[in-house]
């Protein structure tokens, strides 16, 4: 059994006991979360149940670990014969959450 997620504009596929890592959400470490913007459930049968966007009544239910912080991405801007150089950069924020259940 599987579930497809929304979570901060990404799409994430899920399933029983699978740690994943989604947008950053403010819950402490230990916390239970449950997200509830389900598009897709995959049950053990094969039938799949799909949402118009999301599936009514699915949810899953997910334990908070901690937070990490993904790569640093670097922007460069450069117009040629100008001299304007610009660096800019970020570095995201995940929450890492393990997947307890799939209630649909």
Same mark, same amino acid.
């Given at each position: 059994m599987f579930a497809i997620?929304?979570?901060? /504009?990404?799409? %994430?596929?899920?399933?029983?006991?699978?740690? $994943?890592?989604? &947008?950053?959400?403010?819950?402490?470490? /230990?916390?239970? %979360?449950?997200?509830?913007?389900?598009?897709? $459930?995959?049950? &053990?049968g094969g039938e799949v149940v799909t949402g118009t966007p999301v599936v009514a009544g699915a949810r899953v239910v997910a334990t908070v670990e901690g937070e990490t912080r993904g790569p640093k991405i670097r922007v460069f801007k450069k117009k040629r014969r100008k001299g304007f150089r610009k660096t800019h950069g970020h570095r995201s924020t995940f929450t890492k959450v393990q997947v307890k259940d799939i209630l649909l």
């Open positions: 997620i929304k979570s901060g /504009g990404r799409q %994430v596929k899920v399933g029983p006991g699978s740690v $994943v890592e989604i &947008d950053r959400i403010e819950c402490a470490p /230990g916390e239970e %979360v449950t997200l509830d913007q389900v598009l897709l $459930v995959s049950r &053990d």
